[in-house]
């Protein structure tokens, strides 16, 4: 099986990805259910944007969860980030290729993150999609020094959580100028 090709920069004191090589869908996705999973239900397995595919699997997932009182979704979100790092961490060790482009289930708990105690509405969902991938794929400081320096199932998922906070900040800004003026 191939594998990212990690190479480490001259230039900085930084890895960088040779996406020359693009890690192949591993079987086990559709055999088994904790593959299937952290391929976020079977969305890392689109050719194209899996990322955004992930996100979108977010959605039915967050409309489950929205009804929650906020303890209630702050307790189950928890506890869904704890599992998604064990379980991203359990298949990088597997199929040995860190940060797999396929495995997306750290963008579904992003999209829960960017959504916690913002009002409910299909224009906020819309623009907590949008926040998000603008913050996964820019990444700015300090979700870069995590994508870049904090490595298996930790890594993985610690960076979506951010550009969740950063993203859920900006919608709780705006959810609270809408109220308050």
């Known amino acids: 099986m191939e594998k990212f090709i990690m190479e480490k920069s001259l230039v900085s004191n930084t890895f960088k990805r040779d996406y020359t090589c693009i890690a192949p869908i591993p079987e086990k996705v559709w055999q088994d259910p904790l593959y299937f999973i952290a391929f ?39 506890a869904i980030i704890t599992f998604s790092m064990w379980l991203c961490g359990k298949v990088t060790k597997e199929i040995g290729v860190e940060d797999h482009q396929g495995m ?16 409910f509405g299909w224009g906020w969902m819309l623009a907590g999609f949008v926040l998000f991938r603008l913050f996964d794929i820019w990444k700015p400081w300090p979700i ?18 951010l550009a969740g906070v950063f993203s859920c900040a900006l919608l709780s800004m705006a959810a609270y100028i809408k109220v308050y003026l």
């Open 40 to 78: 976020g239900f079977g969305t890392g397995t689109m050719p194209f944007a899996p990322g955004t595919f992930g996100t979108l699997m977010a959605v039915p997932i967050y409309l489950l969860m929205a009804p929650l009182r906020p303890l209630s979704y702050l307790i189950l979100l928890v």
């Open 144 to 161: 870069n020094l995590v994508d870049r320096h904090v490595h298996g199932g930790i890594g993985m998922i610690l960076d979506d959580v």
């Open 104 to 119: 997306n289930l750290d963008e579904i708990v992003g999209y829960l993150v960017t959504m916690f105690y913002i009002p």
